[in-house]
């Protein structure tokens, strides 16, 4: 069974639900010279590119029928078919008219190198999809970054820079020694952007990991690699928290200090490259930070989360994966939310909370009394019961051997209060019962226009159980603490983006996007009403795609 990965620029997919175009739209909306893929008769990893100077990566035949049946149903956890593809959707339902733009989603699609196949979800090569919408068509495209770690994988046929759970193997011990300085600054580290993707103020477009060297340029109207995001500052550092705070005005970085533990809050102003600090915050506990993958803001704070899964700057060096990979759990050292004056820098709060596991922030908002000072702050977020086992359920043998039993650890929309009175202690609740949205929570998305406001409506993944991952669309609101849920058996939904409907004064009036990994291999595009959170339209992909992570929206030019 031949299972090598080819280039082509010719085939006939076969699906009545896709065209593949060529032209071009009047906003972007590149319709590339696109053709599909013809389907190989086994494992079909094969990487078929449109135009591509790599080299084609040649898989062992060493999988059977039956395996390549079951992953076709798990597409979500199979890597991407296909290095590219490019072409208009046939659309099922009405995208709205005013629904003119670019949703781009980054996401780790390829999981194998050569014949040998990745462990954890966070480890895959990132693939960015497009969803171009222009006057209630749609066009899809889907690429591979091209990250050094990608290119030289791709080169060498082997795992070349240290990825989540992924580390090189040396051929010997010599080898591992001259590796050794490169590990000490840092130079081994990934740049795989795999995490997610912004677009700044002024415009460019920067595909996000946890690696500061891992911030890479794209084209949004191709998906071409620009090149490198160069900070020209000198702050240093080798990690910082994968989601920045992006604004019209602004883009706020939380770095974590590893040599002296604490958190380096900084911003860019739009068409620079140079990042300002704004403060410093020294860790309360613990021998190092916490592991900081998001941080809210309110309108005028920065909040620094200091979480007991610590970074561990052993684990970062280590050449076997740790059950909590680079981290470290640390209850022992507590967890405290710190609150910055964004204008001064200075702390204005910092508060002991209950212990807690969060990847991702919702929101936060200032509390006022009744004379208009602010006494505090709310910060939202998907909030994993203080338990670190998810990680361990992100692995991909677990999330491609699911027995149909419910093995989804129980998560909840997490609310901290952070009192500005001195109290030494802030609270965490649940903002609405769990059970609301299935005890499933991550993957959450606002209307971008209440960052940092008192907001009603979050959107977010959460669970029909018995399942082993969030399977459904949630939107969650947070006054009459209800939720919402859409489900399609057997499909994993991705991260639900909320799009407002230009010149909407109520907070949900918009769509929410979704990209869908189905069963049999399938996937499709999702347009929700944001508002009865009922489906609008859907687009079939001519293949199904894998999980992704996060997105953001580029409006008509
Ligand atoms: C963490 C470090 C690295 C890599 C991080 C990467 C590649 C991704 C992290 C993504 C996360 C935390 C996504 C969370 C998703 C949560 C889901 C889907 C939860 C569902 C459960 O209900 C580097 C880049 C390797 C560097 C070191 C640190
Ligand atoms: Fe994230």
């Not at 069963?519 to 339209?537: M, P, V, W």
Request: a negative charge.
């Amino acid at each position: 069974m031949a299972s090598s990965l080819s280039f082509s620029t010719t085939g006939n997919y076969g699906s009545r639900s896709c065209m593949p175009v060529s032209g071009h739209g009047s906003d972007g909306c590149t319709f590339g010279q696109a053709s599909f893929p013809k389907r190989s008769k086994s494992r079909e990893l094969s990487i078929v590119s449109v135009a591509t100077h790599l080299p084609a990566i040649v898989l062992p035949p060493s999988v059977s029928r039956k395996e390549v049946a079951k992953e076709r149903k798990l597409v979500a956890w199979t890597s991407v078919r296909h290095e590219r593809w490019e072409g208009e959707l046939v659309v099922e339902g009405d995208i709205p008219q005013w629904l003119n733009g670019t949703y781009l989603r980054n996401g780790p699609g390829l999981w194998h190198i050569g014949d040998y196949d990745f462990r954890h979800l966070f480890d895959g090569y990132a693939t960015i999809v497009r969803l171009c919408f222009e006057n209630g068509h749609l066009m899809m495209g889907h690429r591979q970054i091209e990250s050094d770690a990608y290119k030289a994988a791709r080169k060498s046929n082997k795992l070349c820079y240290r990825e989540f759970s992924e580390v090189p193997k040396y051929d010997n011990f010599l080898a591992y020694i001259g590796d050794l300085a490169k590990l000490f600054s840092g130079a081994s580290l990934t740049d795989n952007a795999n995490t997610g993707v912004v677009m700044l103020g002024d415009g460019r477009v920067v595909c996000l990991t946890e690696t500061i060297k891992g911030s890479i340029v794209i084209d949004p109207s191709n998906l071409d690699t620009l090149g490198k995001f160069e900070y020209s500052d000198s702050l240093g550092g080798l990690v910082h928290s994968a989601h920045p705070i992006v604004t019209d005005s602004e883009f706020l970085t939380l770095l974590p200090d590893l040599l002296n533990p604490g958190y380096v809050v900084a911003r860019m102003e739009p068409g620079t490259n140079e990042r300002k600090v704004i403060g410093r915050v020294d860790c309360r506990g613990g021998p190092s930070p916490g592991w900081v993958h998001s941080f809210p803001v309110t309108e005028h704070y920065v909040i620094v989360p200091e979480m007991p899964l610590r970074y561990c700057a052993q684990n970062l060096l280590r050449a076997e994966p740790t059950p909590l990979y680079k981290f470290e759990w640390h209850p022992e050292s507590k967890g405290y939310m710190h609150v910055m004056c964004k204008a001064s820098g200075k702390l204005v709060a910092s508060v002991e909370v209950p212990l807690f596991v969060t990847f991702h922030f919702i929101n936060a908002y200032e509390e006022k009394d009744e004379d208009g000072r602010v006494i505090g702050v709310i910060a939202d977020c998907c909030e994993h019961n203080a338990d670190t086992t998810i990680l361990d359920k992100l692995r991909l043998q677990n999330l491609r051997s699911w027995s149909g039993k419910d093995v989804l650890p129980d998560a909840r929309v997490g609310r901290f209060r952070i009192p500005f009175d001195g109290s030494p202690n802030g609270e965490l609740i649940d903002a609405l019962n769990p059970d609301e949205h299935g005890r499933g929570m991550d993957m959450c998305s606002i209307n971008p226009a209440y960052l940092g406001k008192k907001y009603r409506y979050a959107y977010a993944c959460g669970a029909q159980r018995p399942c082993n991952f969030p399977n459904t669309l949630t939107k969650i609101d947070l006054e009459e603490k209800k939720a919402k849920n859409w489900h399609d058996e057997g499909a994993v939904p991705s991260e639900p983006f909320f799009v407002a409907r230009p010149g909407a004064t109520r907070e949900d009036d918009g769509v929410v996007i979704s990209m869908i990994s189905d069963k049999n291999g399938e996937g499709y595009a999702l347009i929700l009403d944001a508002s009865t959170f009922e489906e609008i339209a859907r687009a079939k992909f001519p293949y199904g795609l894998p999980y992704g992570l996060h997105g953001c929206w580029v409006p008509k030019s």
